[in-house]
C-alpha cells in the first residue's frame, strides 16, 4: 500500500467512478482497478459493492477516504510550514590552521543563511583542550583533526575536509624532489607538539633520517611566510589556495604514499539532530562540496 493508492480511492470518491478517477489521476481505469485491489488486500475488506452494475463504495470505503484526505491534508501542511528558524548563540571551537583556511567562508554562509545565529569562536584552538571543552558541554561543536585511532564513540565525527600533506619550497626553487630539498635547504618544521606536527616530522626523518630542524612554529600561515622568504621547507597540510598564491612558494608532492589528515567537525552524540549543529555541519559541508567541483 502507498499514498498513490490512497489518493487514487480519494479520487473514485469526489468523481464517482473508475474511469473519470482514472483520467483525474493520469492513469488508466485497469490502473484503477489494481490499485483498489491493493487496498483491499492490505485492509483486508472490499471497499466497494461489486453486486450490481454500479459500483458502489462501502461504508468501510467511506471511512479510509476520510482518514486518507486527513493525512494527506496534514503532510502538505507540513510540506508548506515555512522552515524552523535557526537562532541564538553557538559556541564553536577551531583548531588554530583552519580559522584562517575554512573558517570566514563557513561564518560568511552562515551569516548569510542565519542571521539570527551567534557564532562565538572561544580562545582555544588545540585539538586535546577543545574536546576537553566539548565534553565538559563548555562548547557545542569543534572542528579538529580526527585522532588516527577514530576518536572518541561518545562523539559525533562529521569530516569536513581531508588534507594532504605537501612540501613547500621558496619561490626561486626549481627541484621538485622532496628528499633533495630537504638535504639541500633548511628544514622549516610543523609545531612537533601537535599530533599534525609529529606526522610531518616523521615524513620528513622518513626521507631523511636524522634530519634536524632549523626553526620550530605553530602556524602553518607562518611556515608559508617563511618559506616564502627563501629561509627554508617545510612539510604541512596542504595551505589553502590564496596563502601559496600570496606568498608565490612551490607546493611538492609528497607521493601517493603522502600522509593526511581528517578535520572533522565534531559534537557530542546527546546533542546529533540539534538545528544549530545540522546548519553549521551544512555550512562546511557547503564548501566541501566546493572544493571538490
Known amino acids: 500500500m502507498n499514498l498513490s493508492a490512497l489518493q487514487t480511492l480519494r ?13 483525474a489521476m493520469g492513469c ?15 485492509f483486508g475488506q472490499p471497499l466497494f459493492d461489486r453486486s450490481t452494475r454500479v459500483v458502489r463504495p462501502t461504508p468501510f ?36 590552521s583552519m580559522q ?9 554562509i552562515l551569516r548569510d543563511r542565519h542571521s539570527a545565529l551567534e557564532v ?3 580562545p582555544m584552538n588545540d585539538t586535546d583542550e577543545l574536546l576537553t571543552e566539548l565534553r565538559a558541554g563548555r562548547i557545542d561543536a569543534a572542528l579538529v583533526v580526527r585522532p588516527d585511532s577514530g576518536g572518541s564513540t561518545r562523539f559525533v565525527w562529521h569530516e569536513v575536509n581531508r ?25 622549516i618544521a610543523y609545531d612537533t607538539g601537535l599530533p599534525g606536527g609529529r606526522v610531518a616530522a616523521r615524513h620528513a626523518r622518513l626521507l631523511v633520517p636524522g634530519i634536524a630542524s632549523s626553526m620550530e612554529l605553530r602556524s602553518v600561515d607562518a611556515i608559508v611566510s617563511m618559506v616564502g622568504t627563501g629561509w627554508g621547507v617545510a612539510i604541512v597540510p596542504r595551505p589553502r589556495s590564496r596563502l601559496v598564491s600570496a606568498y608565490g612558494v612551490n607546493v611538492v608532492s609528497l607521493g601517493r604514499k603522502a600522509p593526511f589528515r581528517r578535520i572533522s567537525l565534531v559534537w557530542r552524540r546527546a546533542d546529533d539532530g540539534d538545528r544549530k549543529i545540522a546548519a553549521v555541519a551544512e555550512a562546511f559541508d557547503e564548501l566541501k562540496i566546493g572544493a571538490a567541483s
Open 11 to 23: 479520487a473514485i470518491m469526489v468523481h464517482g467512478n473508475f474511469t473519470a478517477a482514472g483520467a
Open 28 to 42: 488508466t481505469p485497469s490502473a484503477v482497478s489494481l490499485q483498489v485491489k491493493q487496498l483491499e488486500q492490505y
Open 61 to 96: 470505503a467511506v471511512e479510509v477516504a476520510s482518514a486518507a484526505s486527513e493525512f494527506t491534508q496534514r503532510l502538505e501542511a507540513l510540506r508548506s510550514r515555512p522552515s524552523l528558524r535557526v537562532e541564538g548563540k553557538f559556541r564553536l571551537g577551531v583548531i588554530t
Open 100 to 108: 584562517s583556511d575554512l573558517l570566514p567562508d563557513a561564518l560568511r
Open 120 to 122: 562565538r569562536i572561544p
Open 163 to 187: 588534507q594532504p600533506y605537501v612540501m613547500l619550497a621558496p619561490p626561486d626553487s626549481a627541484e621538485d624532489d622532496p628528499k633533495t630539498l630537504l638535504k639541500t635547504r633548511d628544514w
